[in-house]
């Protein structure tokens, strides 16, 4: 398991680094003015919240001087002023959430499309999962100057990247409330506060504003303790996006792969796998409430005592007659207002220990995607209108070399098997064709147009003509195309349900998701075709036709075929053989290619 980005501790300027690195391609992208005009808007919307909290502060003074004075005339009329303004705050308070809300939502479309794109380009997916096992620079987890390589992407994806984008908003919009409420009460308390004298070892002394100094110590004691108790929650809040990740990412892979159990009656197995991931689920997440439940406590002593405290401070002035009741109100309102500006970071803690773990989690993903696109491949590979390969060496994840210093040649009209001990890289051999291993150097040379069948084909969820036309759009073929395709597919049976949408992967055998990969095949008539156990599913007679019309389909297009197959009966359907046979240990390579 990767070393997690929380367990490095950066500081709290790293993280507010690495929150702006996140943040600030959205409002310099393309939408970068509508995204401008909702910060501004949500800002300006923000301080006339703050404004309104004046005037009712304001308010209050005079409307409760009118109870105690018992003055109706200023009573009835400090009523409607109040309407008016509670008016104001209620439309200020519907467009702020409002327009929070719509910019959280574009710029998580944004952010999301984004990564998106860069998940998918290069087939970076496909490499950060290789990576995980790696220890190729560059690939490598762990390694230092390296990124850690990430964890579910998925998650991140979905899930990272909806909660970044609230909390950015949201916490960073409360802090900006905080700052102008504290530059705007400061000053009204430090005025209605007055000064606090007394006699020190013979001195008078005065403290001129003595509410705020009390104000400011009161909330800094408060911080730094919040500090102290919730420090492990940045770390405890990691780790369960982690652990809540892989729980439901094994799910998903039981359901998805649910028949296969089933035969192997693996139930005792899966159950024991998600026990032990939930439970670490379960661990991680007592000791988030635990320590929830301390900093709990505190805050919430915390915000009882901040409630009569301010009459603590005041009531002696209003008792010797120094101030009246409306004073002695707006005291308590202002201390509190103060107050809650310098409590912030104690009030919204834990979110911001979610927010910075997310930060982490985004930033690690975005260092190990951009670590990607930087490694460039050491694979030269070219159009050709045939197969050639010079000076091609393949490694495994590890490092370990699988074949050195290939030289290999198939020209149109041929037909290629290729066979091997299991585990010696034929599969592997083909990714390499392909262009997708990243553990592979040399030079290859391929026809462009050129397909490749795997073992296990990717049967999309959806219609079946969208299935059937993968990658392609299915308005690329007429609906006669399709039918043909999957009549000498042998699969007449699902001739009619091109319309049909349903979990193919599922729903079809293993065989039956070979002729439909095989039936993709003869729908876009390629000249060269790599065939990767793509029959294995298959009964003798049926495998005979398919590859019957498969080569006689190559041969008519001016290509050739490349097959792995271990069966003998294959072999009927090849000139050629490449046979991978195991080398004594310390003669470099693992393996080595013999044609025949």
């Avoid at 007592?286 to 805050?299: C, E, M």
Wanted: proline share 5%.
């Amino acid at each position: 398991m990767s070393t997690s980005a929380a367990d490095s501790k950066p500081s709290l300027l790293d993280t507010l680094r690495r929150i702006l690195a996140l943040a600030a391609p959205y409002f310099r992208s393309e939408d970068k003015w509508k995204a401008r005009g909702m910060l501004l808007a949500v800002v300006l919307l923000n301080l006339g919240t703050v404004y309104v909290t004046v005037l009712i502060n304001d308010w209050s003074r005079v409307f409760y001087d009118a109870i105690q004075n018992k003055d109706q005339a200023v009573f009835w009329a400090q009523l409607l002023r109040f309407t008016y303004i509670a008016m104001a705050g209620i439309l200020v308070a519907v467009l702020k959430f409002y327009i929070t809300q719509l910019l959280q939502v574009r710029w998580r479309a944004w952010m999301t499309r984004s990564y998106l794109a860069r998940w998918l380009a290069d087939r970076t997916f496909y490499r950060l999962e290789l990576a995980r096992y790696s220890q190729q620079p560059g690939l490598a987890a762990n390694q230092p100057g390296q990124p850690a390589n990430p964890d579910n992407p998925d998650q991140r994806i979905q899930e990272d990247m909806q909660l970044f984008t609230d909390y950015t908003v949201t916490l960073s919009m409360g802090i900006l409330n905080s700052v102008v409420t504290l530059v705007t009460f400061i000053g009204i308390l430090w005025t209605l506060s007055g000064p606090l004298s007394f006699t020190l070892m013979g001195h008078a002394v005065s403290i001129p504003g003595y509410m705020v100094w009390v104000a400011v110590l009161y909330c800094a004691a408060g911080t730094a303790i919040t500090h102290f108790i919730g420090r492990p929650l940045i770390g405890l809040n990691f780790r369960q996006q982690r652990f809540e990740a892989d729980f439901r990412h094994h799910l998903i892979r039981v359901r998805e792969n649910s028949e296969a159990i089933a035969l192997d009656r693996g139930e005792s197995v899966e159950h024991t796998q998600l026990d032990t991931r939930f439970s670490s689920v379960l661990r991680n997440y007592l000791s988030l409430i635990r320590q929830q439940k301390n900093l709990v406590a505190f805050t919430a002593s915390f915000a009882q005592l901040s409630v009569v405290f301010p009459f603590f401070l005041a009531a002696p002035r209003y008792f010797s007659g120094a101030i009246q009741f409306g004073e002695l109100m707006q005291i308590s309102r202002t201390f509190n207002t103060v107050q809650d500006a310098l409590s912030w970071f104690v009030d919204n803690y834990d979110r911001v220990a979610v927010w910075r773990a997310t930060a982490d989690r985004l930033t690690s993903f975005d260092e190990a995607m951009a670590a990607q696109s930087a490694t460039r491949s050491e694979l030269d590979r070219a159009e050709a209108p045939a197969l050639h390969t010079r000076d091609l060496d393949i490694a495994l994840p590890d490092g370990t070399t699988l074949l050195d210093n290939t030289v290999l040649s198939v020209e149109p009209g041929e037909s290629v098997l290729l066979q091997g001990p299991s585990g010696s890289g034929k599969s592997t051999l083909f990714r390499s064709f392909a262009g997708i291993w990243p553990f592979a150097r040399g030079h290859v040379a391929l026809p462009r147009n050129a397909m490749f069948i795997p073992q296990r084909p990717y049967v999309p969820d959806g219609s079946l003509r969208d299935a059937l036309a993968y990658p392609d759009p299915a308005s690329s073929y007429s609906d006669a195309q399709l039918v043909q395709a999957l009549e000498e597919a042998m699969l007449p049976q699902l001739a009619g349900r091109l319309d049909d949408s349903d979990a193919w992967s599922q729903k079809l055998s293993g065989g039956e998701q070979q002729r439909l990969a095989i039936a993709r095949v003869l729908l876009k008539k390629p000249a060269w075709v790599f065939a990767d156990e793509a029959t294995s599913a298959l009964d003798a007679p049926t495998e005979e036709k398919l590859y019957r019309k498969l080569v006689d389909g190559v041969r008519t297009a001016g290509g050739a075929m490349v097959s792995i197959a271990h069966r003998a009966s294959a072999a009927a359907f090849h000139d050629k053989r490449w046979t991978l046979v195991p080398q004594p240990e310390g003669n470099g390579a693992r393996y080595r290619l013999e044609a025949a």
